[in-house]
């Protein structure tokens, strides 16, 4: 294997790289686009759904020539978002880059810990109703502790280029249960020979405040802008990308056809599933279907094992950001950073490497990970306001400011004028985002619990 001109071997390609980006951002926010939807009607929840991908692709695309700098091609990487912004946009921006993603990629890892237990326990309860079992026992915590002891297993592999296997899962169980949620929409929609819903903006619920019906439409918003959105992973993903050719270039194509192809699945869901529901959309489509229970269960086991990969994706690159930290304060030639073989048996090549620092500190960190999400299993309604709060600055504020710095970009100029303009617009979205996802949370924590999770 060659190394790269920073002494690092990348063996990623296209092919290994778009499993990773449709992983980090297809998610199971697409079973709530229904529901976003009907929030803003036939008209701006449309226009909202199909301008927002272009948006975000646009903004990838300069997020992808400032993996290196100066030059796009030649110069030196910056192997991670905050690396990107500390050389372009200085130390003084690292602090507020760092905290908002990393909270934002801790946050997820935590929403789908509780995710992946809630989807457990509506397989089960399925299973006991068609049984006709008098008694189901749903243990949320149990699932949650099962869910954190398989991450402790796959935590061990050593970085995002070897957890690929488990993208190509993550994304394959991605379209499985958004072609489930695709398929029992459409046979609800056959039913009724029109669609239903309405071209009018928070017109859901004859029974619900107007004020809260504005939070919704907020909120809606902001989960069509963030349903797209992968920026946060873009350069730790591109860094994984062996050269020649240039990574920006194999980046731009990748985000092109991951974009593209999550728009598609997106708009289908979105609109067939309003379609179906009208306003009775639910937040989650899978579980506005009772039949055919085989069928609504494996949607709800294919988010299972989305959500067991996906977590990995998110995990690896803040592991990396953590165990660099501790190198760089520890010798390496310590025990705690010596790494070791352990030679397979009867095989030639196979073999396991670890690190005490990698056992130790991923499995603290997936534990801790693991206990917050059984002590606040309301945390999906938290998970919202980081989203929101890291949106613009992130998606679109960092890049745009470190591509026109790279591309020395003048004050006044058309292109200066579109990039200010865009950002304006997703500055105004991730504000009413946030003010919905507070007026969400504050009727969420009326009646939540601690170590209780609504099953």
């Known amino acids: 294997m060659a190394l790269g001109d920073d002494g690092v071997v990348r063996t990623g390609t296209f092919w290994s790289t778009i499993p990773h980006a449709f992983t980090s951002m297809v998610g199971t926010g697409i ?3 229904p529901w976003s939807i009907s929030q803003l009607g036939w008209i701006v929840g449309p226009v909202a759904i199909l301008a927002f991908p272009v948006i975000t692709y646009y903004y990838a695309m300069l997020l992808c020539d400032c993996y290196r700098t100066p030059d796009p091609i030649k110069g030196r990487r910056n192997r991670t978002y905050v690396d990107a912004v500390r050389a ?3 130390k003084r921006n690292v602090v507020i880059c ?3 993603q ?12 509780i995710t992946t237990a809630i989807s457990i326990a509506s397989v089960k309860r399925s299973i006991c109703f068609h049984r006709h079992d008098a008694r189901c026992d749903v243990q949320g915590n149990i699932y949650m502790m099962a869910f954190g002891a398989m991450e402790i297993v796959l935590s061990q592999f050593p970085n995002l280029e070897k957890v690929t296997i488990l993208s190509v899962i993550a994304t394959a169980t991605s379209f499985i249960y958004s072609l489930v949620a695709l398929g029992l929409s459409v046979a609800k929609l056959s039913t009724y020979h029109e669609l239903r819903g309405s071209t009018l903006v928070a017109n859901v619920g004859e029974d619900i405040a107007s004020l809260t019906k504005v939070w919704h439409v907020f909120q809606a918003l902001g989960n069509i802008a963030f349903a797209y959105t992968y920026s946060w992973l873009l350069l730790e993903i591109q860094d994984t990308l062996k050269s020649p050719p240039p990574e920006n270039q194999v980046m731009k194509k990748v985000s092109l056809y991951t974009i593209a192809g999550t728009s598609i699945f997106y708009s289908s869901l979105g609109f067939i599933g309003y379609a179906a529901f009208g306003s009775h959309a639910p937040g989650n489509v899978l579980t506005g279907f009772g039949e055919p229970f085989w069928l609504v269960d494996i949607g709800h086991i294919s988010v299972i094992i989305h959500l067991i990969g996906a977590y990995q994706v998110f995990g690896q690159v803040v592991f990396a950001t953590n165990e660099r930290l501790l190198t760089s304060r520890c010798s390496t030639t310590s025990v705690f950073n010596r790494t070791c073989n352990i030679r397979f048996p009867g095989t030639r090549n196979g073999s396991f490497q670890f690190s005490l620092n990698r056992l130790l500190m991923r499995t603290i960190f997936v534990i801790f990970t693991t206990l917050v999400a059984m002590i606040f299993p309301f945390f999906n309604a938290i998970l919202s306001i980081l989203g929101s709060i890291s949106f613009w600055p992130i998606t679109v504020y960092f890049p745009m400011q470190m591509y026109m710095i790279q591309a020395k970009i003048e004050k006044g100029t058309p292109t200066w004028t579109v990039l200010y303009v865009l950002s304006f617009v997703c500055l105004v979205v991730s504000l009413v985002a946030i003010v919905g996802s507070v007026a969400d949370i504050s009727q969420t924590l009326r009646h939540a619990k601690i170590f209780h999770i609504e099953l």
């Open 98 to 100: 760092g905290v908002l």
């Open 31 to 33: 079973l709530a686009l």
């Open 88 to 90: 372009f946009l200085g």
């Open 102 to 113: 990393y909270a934002a990629l801790w946050g997820t890892m935590i929403g789908y810990t």
